[in-house]
C-alpha cells in the first residue's frame, strides 16, 4: 500500500504561542521500498513517523493510505486501520519483561482478537525470519540488544501489515549490529513488499534506501541520488 503524507503541519503549544513541529511536509512511500527519514535530533522526525501512525492529529494535511483518507475516519475505524495495516516498531523495544520472545509476539495477536493457535505458527515464523526461532523462549533479559531490536521487528509484523513505520532502530547498537538490523529491513521489505518508513539520525545508514528525505526546523528535502 502506498502511504502520503499532504502539506502537513503539526504545532503544539509553547506558552503563549505555538511551537511548530512539521510545516507543511509532503512524503510519498511505496510498497516494496524503505524510505529514510533523516535529520538532527528535534528536528521533527519522531513527530512525523508519529502522524504517519495516525497516533498524533495534525494540526493541517491529509494522510492517505492506499487512497483513503485516514483524516474522514471515525476514531474507532483509524484504531483498526492502526492495527490491521500499520506496523511500528519504536525506538525503546518496550519489551515485557516476564514474556518470552514467543510470548511478545502471541499477545499481540492476543489483544486483536485472533485465534492462538495461528498466532503461535506466525510468532514461530516471524521469529524465524529474523533468525531468533531458537531464542523463543528466551526472556528479554536472556537476549542481546541487536536480538531484543529483532523481536521488536517481529512484533511489528505480527499483524501482517502493509506498513512498517521504524524510529531509531540502531539508536542503542553498535556498528556492526546496527548494520545488521538495517539489512534485515531492507530484507524484509523487499521480500513482503512492505512500505517501510524508518526515521534516524545516522547516516551511515541510508545507502541501501530507495529514498533519503533530510528533516530540518520541520521542513523536508529529499536528498539527491536517491
Known amino acids: 500500500m ?3 503524507l499532504e502539506d502537513i503541519t503539526l504545532t503544539f503549544p509553547d506558552g503563549d504561542r505555538r511551537l511548530t513541529a512539521l510545516d507543511n511536509v509532503s512524503l510519498t512511500a511505496d510498497p516494496g521500498t524503505l524510505t529514510a527519514i533523516v535529520g538532527p ?7 512525523l513517523l508519529a502522524v504517519a501512525a495516525t497516533l498524533m492529529t495534525p494540526d493541517s494535511g491529509r494522510v492517505i493510505l492506499d487512497g483513503e ?4 475516519l471515525s476514531r474507532k475505524d483509524t484504531a483498526r486501520v492502526r492495527r490491521e495495516k500499520i506496523g511500528i516498531v519504536f525506538q525503546s523495544s518496550n519489551l515485557l519483561a516476564s514474556l518470552t520472545a514467543l ?3 502471541v499477545v499481540i495477536a492476543h489483544l486483536a482478537g485472533k485465534p492462538l493457535g495461528p498466532a503461535r505458527k506466525r510468532a514461530l515464523d516471524l521469529l524465524d525470519a ?3 526461532v ?9 537476549l542481546s540488544g541487536g536480538q531484543r531490536q529483532r523481536v521488536t521487528i517481529a512484533r511489528g509484523l505480527m499483524n501482517d501489515p502493509s506498513v512498517l513505520l521504524v524510529d531509531e532502530p540502531t539508536s542503542a547498537l553498535d556498528s556492526e549490529r546496527g548494520q545488521a538490523i538495517l539489512d534485515l529491513l ?7 513488499a512492505l512500505t517501510t518508513v524508518m526515521v534516524t539520525h545516522n547516516r551511515d545508514l541510508l545507502a541501501d534506501a ?6 530540518v526546523d520541520g521542513k523536508t528535502t529529499q536528498l539527491a541520488n536517491w
Do not use: C, F, M, Y
Open 103 to 105: 510470548e511478545q509476539l
Open 134 to 142: 531458537e531464542h523463543s523462549h528466551r526472556r528479554p533479559n536472556q
Open 41 to 47: 535530533s528535534g528536528s521533527g522526525k519522531s513527530s
Open 69 to 72: 483518507d485516514l483524516a474522514s
Open 130 to 132: 529474523v533468525g531468533l
Open 2 to 4: 502506498t502511504l502520503q
Open 210 to 215: 530507495d529514498r533519503v528525505t533530510e528533516i
Open 186 to 192: 531492507r530484507s524484509l521489505t523487499t521480500e513482503r
